[in-house]
């Protein structure tokens, strides 16, 4: 019988909605559960990209908005082979950000949402989509709000009306507001209905995010 290869999970989210806390608790659940499980971060700042990115988003230094946008792409482009290659190989991988935070973060700059999406086009498609809402009074009383370029109240509510825009039936959304516990644990619920639907219907990877 042929390996079955393993779901890729994202997990998305504006700013301080607590996704890398509960991407940590769902990789470790997952685990616990005997199923082959690694976390993957975007954008990943060890590259030659990430770099980059992660000295623009420290502010050290400035990009025009079009080229850091198509850095961000380029740093997820960079991972396809490898991540595939883990899917395949039946390793579960759960994301914590994903093309949906390019194109929402940079739309909300101005850009244009569609000419955002063309770089994305063709990654590989998420299997499950979670996003962790959190109304933006509640995430500016958390630790940390503020200390990253992009960490401002006006942009973080535009980034969740264009994350609304890209957001179809299949997001599964998850009350961020509540107690970490609750999150993690409807998180949990959500994966395991989504793993029973996906489970005699899994279909091989598809490279094809936003074809038409």
């Known amino acids: 019988m042929a390996q079955q290869r393993g779901l890729l999970i994202v997990v998305e989210g504006c700013d301080r909605s607590g996704k890398s806390t509960q991407c940590d608790n769902l990789v470790t659940s997952l685990k616990q559960d005997g199923i082959d499980t690694e976390l993957v971060k975007f954008p990943d700042r060890t590259t030659q990209t990430g770099k980059m990115i992660d000295s623009y988003l420290q502010q050290k230094s400035d990009l025009d908005d079009h080229a850091i ?6 740093n997820r482009w960079e991972a396809m082979k490898a991540l595939s290659e883990k ?12 093309a949906f935070s390019g194109v ?21 498609t998420p299997d499950v989509i979670l996003f962790l809402d959190l109304d933006i009074d509640e995430a500016e009383k958390r630790g940390g709000f503020g200390q990253e370029r992009y960490e401002k109240r006006e942009l973080q509510i535009k980034v969740r009306q264009e994350f609304m825009k890209l957001k179809d039936d299949s997001w599964k959304m998850i009350d961020a507001s509540q107690s970490k516990e609750d999150v993690q644990r409807d998180i949990w619920d959500t994966i395991q209905s989504s793993k029973a639907q996906l489970k005699d219907t899994i279909q091989p990877l598809q490279f094809n995010l936003w074809k038409r």
């Not at 946008?69 to 380029?74: P, Q, R, T, V, Y």
């Not at 929402?104 to 590989?124: H, M, Y």
């Open 104 to 124: 929402a973060f940079s739309s909300a700059k101005g850009l244009d949402l569609e000419w955002c999406r063309n770089p994305d086009i063709g990654l590989l």
């Open 69 to 74: 946008h198509l850095l961000f792409s380029a």
């Open 87 to 98: 899917l395949n190989n039946g390793t579960t991988l759960v994301v914590d950000r994903y």
